[in-house]
């Protein structure tokens, strides 16, 4: 199935970015986020990669480019990629038999006319070979985790960049509607500063007018500094430096929408989904598996089959097969049965305790986001809508020399603490929503999996 990101790909004439069949944690993502994650496995691949962040730059941020120049161009991702090599190749060691080894003798006669003695050895580890099925089945079941894990980081980073996105955007938004208010209160002053000198208002009603000024440049300075801060944030997720930060984001945080996904069943849709959790399944598999492969061949530690020959100081040639076995009189494999149990309870535990947190983590952001969203449409409806028409009153009154210039300010004032609050508000909302969709897999509506029903039961 073709995704928005492959699509978009296309559409920018870069080569497809996979040189080798997609891993499994690349697949798992694109189809939870529809996202490119691709591992640059090659120069050639890296180039196409960069080539593509450079046009995603030309035009303004979105949360879907931001997120795929992250999939992109994070050299931690891409270090995180490495830990699928490793696995493969430690299948590839599982399944590589033994080399065999050789020994060779010679031995010269001190004295006399004797001939040379000379003896061989061809031997092989016999029981290294017999386990080679079960070291395989092991290794493979250690791969299927670390690709999971993998896939699970791939989308704890495509939360954090969707985090980052939204407090730059409210930041924006935030410090545009400040300085919008500080042009305003700054001509209320002058014309403030105006009526006092013809003696209107008193010297109280100044300095308020004044305090209130200053204080709005104190706030658009803290808010400078925090959209400075969250802007580098999110440079480091991206990966850019230089003059590739100067992308810019446009318009406003996004209202919070009416609920457009069920919040049924996410605790178990979490728990079918959730690649971390699937990944410590898999891992507990190849624990038990490692310790029946322990009990199974802890009697026979170690067996050694071969063929050997001499030809001796006379010149007789003697052959034969040639056996070595580790007898286990003291060391019957006792400590790595008791560490193998060990571990297995271990994991165990931590596989049920991830998926008891996995729950709880669930509850937490699904209720936490229904409550933002009721705020924030309660701003957008009600709140909000009421300080503007008193603002707007309050400057029809002034207007009509009803109303004091600080009256004034302090209905502005007031709107501003409304305004904030929503757009704070709108800040929380879509970054639980981003913290809820991490919680339950990357998605929000059920995938069908051959994995899910193994899953459930936690």
Excluded: C
């Excluded at 995704?3 to 559409?11: E, R, Y």
């Excluded at 029981?127 to 704890?156: G, H, Y």
């Excluded at 955007?169 to 545009?176: F, I, V």
């Excluded at 440049?217 to 969250?230: G, K, N, P, V």
């Amino acid at each position: 199935m073709k995704t928005a990101a492959l699509l978009t790909v296309l559409a920018l004439g870069v080569a497809p970015l996979h040189a080798e069949k997609p891993s499994r944690a690349e697949t798992e993502v694109r189809e939870r986020t529809g996202a490119d994650a691709p591992w640059l496995r090659d120069a050639r691949a890296r180039d196409q990669a960069a080539a593509l962040v450079a046009r995603l730059l030309k035009k303004p941020l979105t949360v879907s480019s931001a997120v795929q120049i992250a999939l992109l161009n994070n050299r931690n991702l891409q270090a995180t990629f490495e830990e699928i090599g490793i696995a493969r190749a430690d299948v590839l060691e599982a399944v590589t038999l033994p080399n065999p080894s050789v020994e060779f003798e010679v031995q010269f006669p001190v004295a006399g006319e004797a001939m040379n003695r000379y003896a061989w050895l061809v031997a092989q580890e016999f029981v290294q070979m017999l386990m080679i099925p079960l070291k395989k089945r092991i290794s493979e079941e250690q791969l299927e985790a670390a690709e999971l894990r993998v896939a699970a980081e791939i989308l704890e980073t495509i939360a954090n960049v969707k985090k980052s996105y939204f407090d730059v955007q409210a930041d924006q938004q935030l410090l545009a509607r400040l300085k919008t208010i500080q042009d305003t209160s700054a001509t209320s002053l002058d014309l403030g500063q105006k009526q006092y000198a013809a003696g209107n208002i008193t010297d109280l009603a100044l300095l308020q007018m004044q305090a209130t000024a200053n204080d709005g440049r104190l706030e658009i300075a803290q808010a400078a500094t925090d959209l400075q801060e969250h802007r580098e944030n999110l440079n480091a997720l991206l990966g850019l430096w230089g003059a590739q930060t100067k992308w810019k984001i446009q318009g406003d945080i996004l209202p919070a929408p009416e609920s457009d996904f069920s919040t049924e069943h996410l605790e178990s849709l979490a728990v079918a989904q959730r690649l971390d959790l699937r990944a410590s399944y898999r891992e507990l598999t190849s624990v038990i598996s490692a310790l029946g492969l322990t009990k199974a061949f802890r009697w026979v530690p170690v067996l050694d089959m071969g063929f050997s020959g001499e030809r001796d100081i006379d010149g007789a040639l003697n052959l034969g097969p040639q056996f070595r076995l580790e007898l286990p009189i003291f060391n019957q494999g006792q400590s790595r049965v008791a560490r193998g149990q060990s571990e297995l309870r271990r994991v165990e535990s931590r596989f049920e305790a991830l998926a008891v947190g996995i729950r709880s983590d669930v509850r937490k952001y699904r209720d936490k986001l229904a409550s933002l969203g009721e705020m924030a449409r309660f701003y957008h409806d009600q709140a909000l809508p009421t300080r503007i028409r008193i603002v707007n009153k309050s400057l029809l009154e002034y207007n009509a020399m009803q109303l004091s210039p600080y009256a004034l300010f302090m209905a502005k004032a007031d709107e501003l603490k409304v305004e904030r609050g929503y757009i704070e508000t709108l800040r929380a909302y879509w970054i639980t929503r981003a913290d809820l969709e991490r919680t339950v897999g990357g998605t929000l509506t059920p995938r069908k999996s051959s994995d899910d029903k193994a899953l459930r039961k936690p």
